[in-house]
């Protein structure tokens, strides 16, 4: 099997836009059950809770994930409120430890992505799973490692896998945190017509006024869905709170895309 073949049903049979959301990082079960509460109690259509247990920050001393016991909380949220779950992976025993809680869709981060021998290490532990795996781009415009990252997770008989834009490392200053570099997401598109694409708006902005014309415009060009960090008190989040949202503005993002695409 080629990676032109691939695709994942269960991504692309669900109406557009699949939203993942949820917070940066797993803080407190409490955290969490509120963010997810909110989250259905608002109406909107999210099919998938993400949060981030093990967090690669950028430099040392902060707050590096709350581990393992936010596998449960993720329990938590699966059961009581019946989304599926996503979570990142990192390292052979992060994935250890999220097949055995049962997550049901692990990414793959934009700081793993850059690296070939830890995306190998993640797609032998990963090796068979029939669990989808989202590869986000790499930090930087690379899109033949981006590429590669895939190819290894095929080499090792995962062929659910879905890709996440999420913006570009760049030294110059400008509105993006992570410059979005359209064209790089659409060649990769174009070259993999049947591999899902979603969004991460939160990671392109870096701050919430652009959230909603990003997911916009990666819709228009035929982009599944968006995946978002949603949080139940952004400003007091422990990572990434500028660009965080409340469930309720979420929900008032999401009635305000336009679903028409490329594709339709
Ligand atoms: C995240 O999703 O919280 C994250 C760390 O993202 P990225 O790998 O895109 O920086
Ligand atoms: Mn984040």
């Given amino acids: 099997m080629e990676l032109q073949d691939l695709k994942n049903d269960w991504i692309n049979n669900y109406p557009k836009p699949l939203i993942i959301a949820g917070p940066c990082s797993a803080e407190s079960e409490t955290q969490m059950l509120e963010t997810a509460r909110r989250i259905k109690e608002s109406g909107a259509d999210v099919p998938v809770f993400r949060a981030g247990i093990w967090k690669p920050r950028t430099k040392p001393n902060g707050f590096e994930g709350v581990g393992v016991i936010g596998l449960n909380w993720l329990k938590k949220v699966k059961e009581e409120y019946g989304f599926k779950t996503a979570t990142e992976v990192a390292n052979a025993n992060h994935v250890f430890a999220a097949l055995e809680a049962d997550v049901d869709i692990l990414w793959i981060g934009a700081r793993s992505t850059v690296n070939p021998f830890t995306v190998q290490e993640i797609a032998v532990a990963l090796r068979g799973t029939e669990k989808t795996v989202l590869v986000k781009n790499p930090v930087n415009p690379d899109l033949a490692l981006w590429i590669g990252a895939m190819e290894r997770l095929l080499g090792q008989g995962i062929t ?36 899902p694409m979603i969004v991460d708006p939160s990671h392109i902005c870096g701050n919430r006024t652009g959230l909603a014309s990003v997911a916009q415009e990666a819709l228009n060009v035929g982009y599944h869905g968006a ?21 309720e503005i979420l929900a008032e993002l999401i009635a305000n895309l336009q679903t028409r695409n490329a594709d339709d």
């Fill in 160 to 195: 659910n896998i879905g890709a996440i834009h999420r913006g570009f490392s760049s030294y110059q200053k400008t509105k993006y945190r992570n410059i979005p570099n359209w064209q790089i997401a659409i060649d990769f598109k174009n070259q993999f017509p049947n591999i």
């Fill in 227 to 247: 995946m978002i960090e949603t949080h139940c008190t952004p400003d007091e989040a422990w990572s990434d709170a500028a660009q965080q949202i409340t469930p």
